[in-house]
Nanobody, 119 residues
């Protein structure tokens, strides 16, 4: 069973930066998108940023201009560089991989990494 392993979370002051990384335990075939989601206490999980196999990216309006997603689809790795962090960015961040191959789709989730931004 493929596992997504996240790293890079932690505690940072407002205005600081963090870089999250996600790597698969083995190569994943048929990746369509690699995405980062986050979930704050008492809130629903929301999309933060996504990267497609064509290189297109998309961002939640709340993080545009501050966060950058990058990755290597062939290596099944994705990163999230976060700058100018705000207390409202505090959440558990999850890596997600969506695959589509031969008419079948699958989805994988990481275990989550905590990001805490202090005021």
């Amino acid at each position: 069973q493929v596992q997504l392993l996240e790293s890079g979370g932690g505690l940072v002051q407002a205005g600081g930066s963090l870089r999250l990384s996600c790597a698969a335990s083995e190569s994943i075939v048929g990746i369509y998108t690699m995405r980062w989601f986050r979930q704050a206490p008492g809130k629903e999980r929301e999309l933060v940023a996504g990267l497609t196999n064509s290189g297109s990216t998309n961002y939640n309006d709340a993080v545009k201009g501050r966060f950058t997603i990058s990755g290597d689809i062939a290596e099944s790795t994705v990163h999230l560089q976060m700058h100018s962090l705000k207390p409202e960015d505090t959440a558990v961040y999850y890596c997600n991989v969506f695959t589509y191959r031969l008419g079948s789709q699958s989805q994988y989730w990481g275990q989550g990494t905590q990001v805490t931004v202090s005021a």
